[in-house]
């Protein structure tokens, strides 16, 4: 199949999984439990700042290493404005570095090729972040925080819609043979399958279902 194809094929099984993602879990009473879940939207950017600039060095597309250095700047403002937002919360001393990388990042930082990556983060794990964030936010909102709310809303959602259509933009451009886009496939489901597991034990640890993405 041509590029196109296979990209809307792509498209159509990210939003098969993302559809899938209930809205279960009522909001808590007080803001209490949102430091909780900033330090795992903290580990979350930490991941993909550093994920997007491992992957710099060994990039040969001159226009998908520019991409991922923009990434990288997007994804440490996230962390930095977060950040301010959790010490506002009064959340105490964290270093997301603490227990070592996720599954995820292991898996992430061992693909080879631009279109596996491309396809794998860019492409999927940003969608995926788009949609958590927004449970994430809806979440927010009913609990009156509409402070850490806004910095989603005005900044972090705009930024990781422009990670993904780059992933789009880039696999359209690239992903143009059988062999690429079987790798690409398959990366895209090893991270689906990943992150919903990661996804299920952040629920089983916060009793929360609106976890952030990044």
């Not at 999984?17 to 209930?22: D, F, L």
């Not at 609990?143 to 992933?167: M, N, S, W």
């Not at 043979?177 to 990366?187: F, G, I, K, L, V």
Request: hydrophobic content about 35%; aromatic content about 8%; charged content about 30%.
């Amino acid at each position: 199949m041509d590029s196109r194809e296979f990209v809307e094929e792509l498209e159509r099984a990210n939003q098969e999984i993302m559809a899938r993602m209930g809205r279960e879990g009522a909001p808590e009473d007080s803001r209490a439990g949102v430091p909780v879940l900033l330090r795992i939207a903290l580990k979350n950017e930490l991941e993909a700042f550093e994920l997007a600039a491992h992957w710099i060095p060994t990039t040969p597309e001159l226009d998908v290493k520019l991409g991922l250095a923009r990434q990288v700047g997007d994804e440490a403002k996230h962390y930095r404005l977060l950040e301010a937002r959790y010490r506002e919360l009064g959340g105490g001393d964290f270093d997301p570095r603490q227990g070592g990388y996720s599954p995820l990042f292991q898996y992430l930082s061992g693909l080879k090729t631009s279109v596996e990556r491309l396809a794998a983060g860019q492409f999927t794990r940003e969608a995926l972040a788009q949609r958590r964030n927004e449970m994430f936010i809806e979440y927010l909102l009913a609990l009156g925080d509409t402070q850490t709310a806004k910095i989603y809303q005005e900044t972090i959602q705009a930024d990781e819609g422009y990670h993904h259509e780059l992933g789009k933009t880039m696999l359209l451009k690239y992903a143009t043979t059988p062999e690429h886009q079987r790798a690409a496939r398959e990366a895209c489901r090893r991270t689906l399958e990943i992150a919903e597991k990661l996804r299920a034990g952040a629920i089983a640890k916060t009793g929360a279902y609106q976890i952030p993405g990044c």
